[in-house]
């Protein structure tokens, strides 16, 4: 058996490694109940931290198709995300991005054990919630979604008006954006099968090139950015 010590800022500070799951670029990621983090190990025992609010408690994580870490936040109440994208070596380790949390579980509820379940395709999320005598599932909360847009910057909320995520329309852009949501998958004009989520579709206002970007609502990846007229057309999308 071969050890890998858990690094801590000192010798009594305390650390609790709960869970621990195979996940992008072949790396594990385990949680880490008494430090509130995330850690990324490699194969050769090299760790990497990422650090959540305090509070939170991650108790069991789990890889979805796509690469995404999803976890349960037990002394938070929360489910919390890892993006893929955000998990590469030199990108940062703590703060939002790269974290994700949802807070749509009942307060107390004690989310715990974490799985991917469904057909192929059109996976979801199921973790226990030991406080509520319950098994819920993370896309049902995504079902019907509301998006704002202030000053470029674009707000979700899920079917309870919890946030869900904030993020740039265009980077760099600050000026108006329209935005529209509909399922583009579904609709069979983007992407593949539909996971029921709605997506986000945001366009640059008056004064900017006519680009449209189609969000998806459950990851945010970018399922499509094009320009409606021509680039040089300064009138927007409304």
Known sequence: VTEFTIPVPNPAAFSDPEDITAGP??????????????????????ITQFSLPVGRGPQQIVAAPDGNLY???????RLGRLPAN?????????????????????????????????????????????????????????????????????????????????FPAFA??????????MDMAGAHAVGGATNGVPDVIVGAGPGAPAHVRVYDGSDNAVLASFFAFDPRYLGGVT
């Open 172 to 181: 760099g852009y600050t000026g108006p954006v329209s935005v529209a949501i």
């Open 25 to 46: 670029g072949g790396h594990l990621y385990f949680t880490d109940f008494g430090r509130d983090q995330i850690g990324r190990i490699t194969t050769a025992g090299e």
């Open 71 to 77: 976890f349960t936040a037990a002394s938070g109440g």
């Open 86 to 166: 955000a998990l590469s070596p030199g990108r940062p380790t703590s703060g939002f991005p790269p974290l994700e949390e949802f807070d749509f579980v009942a307060r107390d509820s004690v989310p715990l054990g974490i799985a991917i379940g469904g057909e192929t395709g059109s996976e979801d999320i199921f973790f226990t919630l030991n406080g509520g005598n319950a098994i819920a599932t993370f896309e049902a909360h995504l079902a019907q979604i509301t998006a704002t847009a202030t000053a470029g910057v674009i707000e979700v909320f899920d079917i309870h008006l919890n946030s869900v995520r904030t």
